[in-house]
């Protein structure tokens, strides 16, 4: 038994699991956007202290057409199923432009 050698998949963190894009934008309004002023923030993974990502860095301006957007969908949604609207929320994550902002996110915390 000593001998016996295991195979591990890649870790979740792992960067043969998903490849980072070097920038994301903001999703607003169903579409990614540069904020309006232009500002980023460098993502940063705590374990290593790399630098995994810059992400638009949302501000006034960009909230309110955020907010205008979520008020115009919200009737339409919210009449949803709860089960519809995970179901489009989870096969917007694998189906975006950019499935890998989750990891991003996810290697923050």
Known sequence: MADQKFAYAPA?????VVDI?????LFIDGEFT???????FKSVSPSSEEVLAEVARAGEQDVDRAVGAARKAF???????????????VAFTKDSEQ???????????
Request: proline residues 9%.
């Open 34 to 40: 540069e904020a309006a002023d232009g500002r980023v």
């Open 12 to 16: 979740p963190e792992s960067r043969a």
């Open 21 to 25: 894009a070097p920038s994301y934008g």
């Open 75 to 89: 009737a339409k949604w919210s009449a949803l199923p709860g089960a519809e609207r995970g179901s489009l929320v």
């Open 99 to 109: 499935p890998e902002l989750g990891s991003v996110l996810d290697k923050e915390t």
